[in-house]
């Protein structure tokens, strides 16, 4: 009997502790973002995860068992920050982006992206979860370059610094002579949706092309008595080959995005560019000399006379525009961007200036993958 009643008060006992568990234990109510290997992807409430199987309760499929052995990834989703009215948008590949330059906010792992624009396309990796992998290109791949990118999070969410690198080439159009490169380090303070950029660079370019300019030894030169004829008598000339000069500009950027709606934002790209350019001009003078009856006389090649031409030039590119983003995998950007300029060329004492602008409008649609 005693055995009995024990083993009542142990049963009793058993089910109120239960029951207290479950009265303290609450529920889980956060979301979850499921994504599977086959980039299939669920947002909802995980009602239960018994180790081989998770049951997912969603809006629009209801209570749905995924096995674990198919998930790639879970991650919890925020109401308000991580959703446009009822859709999921997230972080997102393409807030990493603005029109031609970036932000400091990383790639996620496993989420790249392409962009098409009207004149190439590129494609971005990530790496690892701060850094990424890029190439651009023209649609005739050439010229091709290399895009780096290197984040540095900071405990402030919203304060984010970052590196980046572009190493270009010519390629096949000019048999691989021409490179360039623009190196910078960025600042970014905001979240994914709304935020500014400051960034600073370097960048440099040359053509990779090479000229002759042809000398002679100074001199006088008299004419030669020929088939009847006086004529000039020409010195031997000396050519000598010079690569082109290299374009040097340090680089000012400044960009930023902000929603204007469930599925569009604004996104403004500028770019202050400071160039300088040296080139190096010869000059030599030659007179002709002719006696009393107008013959050919004599020839006087002066000295070789070397000059400067300095060309330095403030850019502006101005890169206004719209994205409209109809889902979290695909986006279009429209930019109304133009180019204003300011040049000045020096050559000895004579300078000479010019303003320019022309437009450069943009369209660029992006991927997912």
Known sequence: ?????????????????????????????????????????????????????????????????????????????????????????????????????????????????????????EVHFSVSSNFSVGVMATWIASPIALALKYTIPTRNEKLNFGFGTLLGSAGYLNQGKGYGGLHWAMATYGDRKNNITLSLGYSYLNMGEYSGNSTYQPGTYPAIFTNGYWQFEYPQNTVETTKSPTTKAPILGIAGITSVGKKASFVMDMMFMFGEKVETDMYQSVDYNYDPLNNPSSIVVGPVVTLQRITNSINCLIMPGMRFQKSENAAFQISLAGVIGYSTTQVSSQLTSKRYSFPVPMCSWFYKF
């Open 1 to 121: 009997m005693k055995k009995i009643l024990s083993l009542l008060f142990f049963i009793f006992a058993l089910v109120q502790s239960s029951e207290l568990v479950a009265q303290v234990t609450p529920a889980d109510t956060n979301l979850y973002r499921v994504v599977k290997f086959n980039n299939q992807e669920y947002i909802g409430k995980i009602l239960s995860d018994d180790g081989r199987e998770i049951l997912l309760q969603t809006t629009s499929l209801g209570k749905i068992y995924i096995l674990k052995s198919d998930i790639q990834s879970i991650t919890s989703v925020n109401r308000e920050s991580d959703f446009v009215g009822d859709e999921y948008r997230g972080t997102g590949v393409f807030t990493t982006r603005y029109q031609f330059s970036t932000n400091a906010f990383p790639l996620q792992k496993h989420e790249n992206y392409a962009l098409v624009n009207l004149y190439g396309p």
